[in-house]
């Protein structure tokens, strides 16, 4: 049975994003193809057990029939850590993981196997990604966000830890690069790795679609409070724009499914997002939903037009650069809904990865 460790050279390069056009990919390649998440940290409640999100979506997109708990046996939750480091136990922590695989993994032609975060992560608690992947017995693909030197010295630092728990690494894929920058990327980065003896599986195009959010994810979460259009929160968000400034000033910056955040007093700024029309969709705004701040709530006049805009409003209790900074920090993940995404990531994989030279290697 084939075994392929996903890991990162940091946070959000895009582990999720192969594992799932790697799966798609490989049915075509494999008759039995599954999935299992070691060690979680961002979970969801499902049927009163605590399992990675990733491990949600990758069962519901691929159809992967089997225990949602094997498939994410270790969730660290708040105070998993704290509570480690005053009790070690690695055995026991040891003992999930290989049962859980032993079970998902049973029958099996291949299994993808997404890891959290860099070589490094976990150990903490004795579980480092380099470990787990020896543990499993899994050769490693690391997955690189673009750039030159900043992904070839990541890449070398995350080899080295692999290999030092005597762990193979099939090579990389360069994931998010610029299109204005691509072709110079690729041929510099595959020069660099050649020189070092690693190959280079592919180099993925950045596309910008998979990073916009919905209102919907935002909401859920900042846990703002929805005042109007919740049935518009799955409106697509291209870009959030303070709305600080003058409201003319404010026009020249709203560009098509722009979110806007501004304190709920700025009456200025709220009219001018509500004049803000598309040029080709009649009277579909151009802002995509609103976010006041501070807590304040409009006149009633300003609050009756924005019930009636067809748009999503959110309220937040905090001032506007925090609310925009918890805004700006959220990490955007692919849901099962999300079908034109999810049709993007498994075109992307089968156009820009080299499928055949990573079967031959595993």
């Given at each position: ?25 490989f ?44 498939m994410?046996?270790i969730?660290?939750?708040?105070g ?30 291949l ?27 899994a ?5 690189s ?13 995350n ?35 050649q ?6 599986l ?10 916009r959010?919905t ?50 007093d ?6 001018t ?47 506007t ?6 805004v ?35």
């Amino acid at each position: 049975m084939r075994k392929i460790f996903i890991a990162a050279t940091k946070q959000n390069d895009g582990k999720t994003t192969v594992s799932l056009g790697l799966i798609f990919n490989f049915k075509d390649r494999f008759k039995k193809v599954t999935f299992i998440k070691p060690i979680g940290q961002r979970y969801l409640e499902e049927e009163g057990i605590r399992v990675d999100e990733d491990s949600v979506l990758i069962e519901e997109v691929c159809g992967i029939r089997c225990s949602l708990k094997d498939m994410s046996p270790i969730a660290v939750e708040k105070g998993f850590t704290e509570r480690y480091i005053n009790r070690p136990d690695k055995k026991s922590i040891t003992r999930q993981i290989k049962e859980s695989f032993r079970r998902i993994s049973r029958g099996q032609d291949l299994t993808i196997i997404e890891g959290t975060g860099h070589a490094g992560v976990g150990s903490v608690f004795d579980h480092s990604n380099a470990y787990v992947a020896k543990l499993l017995g899994a050769k490693v693909i690391l997955v690189s966000s673009g750039g030159i030197g900043r992904p070839i010295d990541e890449i070398l630092l995350n080899k080295a830890l692999f290999e030092k728990e005597g762990v193979g690494v099939l090579g990389v894929i360069i994931n998010k690069v610029l299109s204005d920058k691509f072709e110079k990327i690729n041929r510099l980065v595959t020069k660099g790795l050649q020189r070092k003896k690693i190959k280079v599986l592919g180099v993925i195009p950045y596309n910008p679609g998979l990073a916009r959010a919905t209102v919907e994810q935002i909401l859920e979460e900042t846990g703002f409070e929805v005042i109007y259009g919740k049935e518009f929160l799955e409106n697509y968000v291209s870009q959030v724009l303070v709305g600080a400034m003058r409201s003319k000033g404010a026009l020249k910056y709203i560009v098509n499914d722009s979110l806007l955040i501004t304190p709920g007093d700025r009456e200025d700024i709220i009219m001018t997002a509500l004049e803000c029309y598309r040029g080709s969709e009649g009277k579909k705004l151009k802002v995509a939903g609103l976010i006041l701040s501070g807590g304040i709530i409009p006149e009633s006049s300003v609050r009756d037009l924005l019930n009636k805009a067809g748009i999503p409003v959110l309220l937040s209790k905090a001032d506007t650069y925090t609310t925009a900074a918890r805004v700006h920090d959220l990490t955007v993940k692919i849901r099962p809904c999300d079908t034109a995404k999810i049709n993007t990531v498994v075109r992307l994989i089968k156009d820009n990865v080299d499928l055949d030279a990573i079967c031959k290697r595993i």
